[in-house]
């Protein structure tokens, strides 16, 4: 499946931004979509993933109650709403997307989008 994202940009810190991710019309079944994000010279990191099955989330130590992750009726998109964003939030965003039932939240899924960057900065 192909993935599509949108919505990065610049923002001051505070400043919210609100990421998408759309999947190509397919046979793929999606179970689960992630966010990850990852700057220069550190390995990926998991965002935030949701199951669709049970709408079940997990949201990374560093944005939990800031960002919030969600999807629509078509199973086929998913958001990232992002508050009070923060410097260290800088990244270049991928979401990806897995066709079987995920126990995890990390960057080994099946498919990913182009990523989307996002800087904070005053």
């Known amino acids: 499946v192909q993935l599509v994202s949108s919505g990065g940009g610049r923002v001051q810190p505070g400043g919210s931004l609100r990421l998408s991710c759309t999947a190509s019309e397919s046979e793929f079944t999606i179970n689960d979509m992630g966010w990850f994000r990852e700057v220069s010279g550190k390995e990926r990191e998991a965002v935030s993933c949701?199951?669709?099955?049970?709408?079940?989330?997990w949201y990374g130590n560093s944005v939990k109650g800031r960002f919030t992750i969600s999807t629509d009726n078509t199973k086929k998109m998913v958001y990232l709403q992002m508050n009070n964003l923060k410097a260290e939030d800088t990244a270049l965003y991928y979401c990806?997307?897995?066709?079987?039932?995920?126990?995890?939240?990390?960057?080994?899924?099946?498919?990913w989008g182009q990523g989307t960057r996002v800087t904070v900065s005053s």
């Open positions: 949701i199951n669709f099955s049970d709408g079940s989330t």
């Open positions: 990806a997307a897995e066709d079987y039932p995920r126990s995890t939240c990390y960057p080994d899924f099946g498919s």
